[in-house]
């Protein structure tokens, strides 16, 4: 190895398979969409805001209104994290580790207006209906 590096060679003339390992992992590195791809994306984000819009427009209420506006607002969270966050070509540790939080999140928020809707119940049944 000494004579190698003497002889200007360094250490990559003696492994050349690190120079096949840098030349993956440049090609891994960087990787292009097509176009068409974040074009199409962007016009069902279009899409979905335009009958996010129209949930209002057309005066909807109640839980129709918000169901529709909520899901409206997932549809339009998940392709901007799926395809402009790169969340799509991730691991599945990596989906799991940020997506998973905010579906726990919905769930205890679920469970929370369940254990409200019951404290409310209880409390008239014990205190009365009020003044």
Same mark, same amino acid.
């Given at each position: 190895m000494?004579?190698?590096?003497?002889? @200007? %060679? @360094?250490?990559?003339a003696l492994h050349p398979a690190h120079d096949v390992a840098a030349a993956v992992m440049k090609a891994d590195t960087h990787q292009e969409h /097509?176009?068409? %791809?974040?074009?199409?994306?962007w016009a069902w984000l279009f899409i979905l805001s335009t009958c996010s819009y129209l949930v209002d427009y057309f005066g909807l209420? !109640?839980?129709?209104?918000?169901?529709?506006? =909520?899901?409206?607002?997932? =549809?339009?969270? !998940? =392709?901007i994290v799926a395809v402009f966050m790169h969340m799509a070509w991730e691991r599945l540790a990596m989906?799991?580790?940020?997506? =998973? /939080? /905010?579906?726990l999140v919905l769930v205890f928020v679920?469970?929370?207006?369940?254990?409200?809707?019951y404290t409310l119940l209880t409390r008239i049944a014990f205190? !009365? /209906?009020g003044p």
């Open positions: 000494a004579e190698a590096t003497a002889n @200007g %060679l @360094g250490q990559h /097509p176009i068409k %791809l974040y074009l199409v994306v209420h !109640g839980y129709l209104r918000w169901s529709l506006i =909520l899901i409206f607002m997932m =549809l339009k969270a !998940g =392709l989906m799991y580790a940020i997506i =998973l /939080p /905010p579906i679920t469970m929370m207006v369940f254990e409200a809707d205190f !009365g /209906p």
